[in-house]
């Protein structure tokens, strides 16, 4: 069983781009798997709803709705960066779902396999996972 972990900004692509996640994970992942997110990463969620207005804060309180509804499972986390999270807890059966490009390149540079979102229209597996 695969574990995919679903960066922060990875959640809001629903209202944001106005693409499935969720469905589009399954038509790539020809395999079993498992949806994880940090607890941290609730909490930059509700940091966005605090602090941002429009189409960012509607994408976090989406987000949050979504973590329930899809039944995805939260990692607790002490009070640290998601990306240093990420990085310090992957291994050869984690895929990260991330948009963020530094966090993308750090996870190439460790051979990694993550799902990323091509041409603001569908998602991808890319690196290791190929």
């Given at each position: 069983m695969q574990k995919i972990i679903i960066d922060t900004n990875f959640l809001m692509i629903p209202i944001q781009f106005r693409v499935d996640i969720f469905s589009e994970i399954d038509r790539i992942c020809d395999f079993n798997y498992k949806l994880f997110i940090f607890e941290q990463s609730i909490n930059e969620l509700k940091n966005i709803i605090e602090k941002q207005t429009g189409k960012n804060k509607k994408a976090a309180q989406f987000a949050l709705k979504l973590i329930k509804l899809k039944n995805i499972g939260i990692i607790k986390s002490e009070k640290?960066?998601?990306?240093?999270?990420?990085?310090?807890?992957?291994?050869?059966?984690?895929?990260?779902?991330?948009?963020?490009?530094?966090l993308k390149k750090?996870?190439?540079?460790?051979?990694?396999?993550?799902?990323?979102?091509?041409?603001?229209?569908?998602?991808?597996?890319?690196?290791?996972a190929l």
């Open positions: 640290e960066n998601v990306d240093a999270l990420i990085l310090n807890n992957i291994s050869k059966d984690t895929i990260v779902a991330t948009q963020d490009a530094l750090k996870m190439i540079e460790k051979g990694a396999s993550l799902i990323i979102l091509r041409q603001k229209k569908y998602l991808q597996l890319a690196g290791k």
